[in-house]
């Protein structure tokens, strides 16, 4: 009987509700609007809230750690009694629809860094950059047929709209063609010199 009460006490101290939020670590933002963020023990898996990031996860050993994912988020593990988990972002997921028109996606469209395509819109219009651009990252939307647009990296997943028109991107350079090999003449040897003998 004592060792069934010490046993139910034991696991009552070391238990915790953990009681977290899940947050950008670019933005500070809650995680969710990609998909809401998972957090798992062993088989047990809650979700947080889609719109707040916020979670309850109860009856976990206070010394053991919980792994959270999100869509876009690199996975982390963090301890039971930590609130705030901050996740790192591996890729931003973009979707180019005619402006007035969600449902007529844009394929082929090119998105830019610079001078650099990162990638092409497939023919849902739709694109996962891999790794994330970075926080606040400028990047330009390039359609044929379509003006130019550019866009700021915010998060893991954005939607945008391209206007009919012919404000189009300005061509890549192409690249300088790297000089020919000249053709070289052999160079002749010196012929060694007769030596004298005594």
């Avoid at 670019?26 to 963020?37: I, K």
Wanted: proline share 11%; net charge negative.
């Amino acid at each position: 009987m004592l060792l069934a009460l010490a046993t139910v006490i034991g696991g009552w101290l070391n238990g915790v509700e953990m009681r977290g939020h899940v947050v950008d670590d670019l933005t500070s933002e809650s995680v969710g609007v990609a998909g809401a963020a998972k957090i798992t023990h062993g088989a047990r898996t809650v979700t947080a809230d889609p719109s707040t990031g916020t979670f309850v996860f109860p009856d976990l050993p206070r010394e053991s750690k919980v792994a959270v994912d999100a869509p876009g988020y690199l996975r982390t593990g963090v301890p039971t009694t930590q609130e705030e988990i901050r996740l790192s972002p591996n890729s931003f997921t973009i979707q180019v629809n005619e402006a007035g028109d969600p449902n007529k996606h844009i394929a082929k469209a090119d998105i830019r860094q610079g001078t650099t395509v990162l990638n092409t819109t497939n023919d849902g219009g739709n694109i996962v950059i891999s790794p994330h651009p970075g926080k606040d990252a400028k990047l330009l939307i390039c359609a044929a047929g379509y003006d130019q647009k550019e866009i700021t990296i915010h998060g893991v997943v954005g939607t945008f709209e391209l206007t009919p028109g012919t404000n189009a991107c300005p061509p890549l350079p192409t690249p300088t063609p790297s000089p020919s090999p000249s053709e070289s003449t052999p160079s002749a040897s010196p012929t060694p010199s007769p030596t004298a003998s005594p």
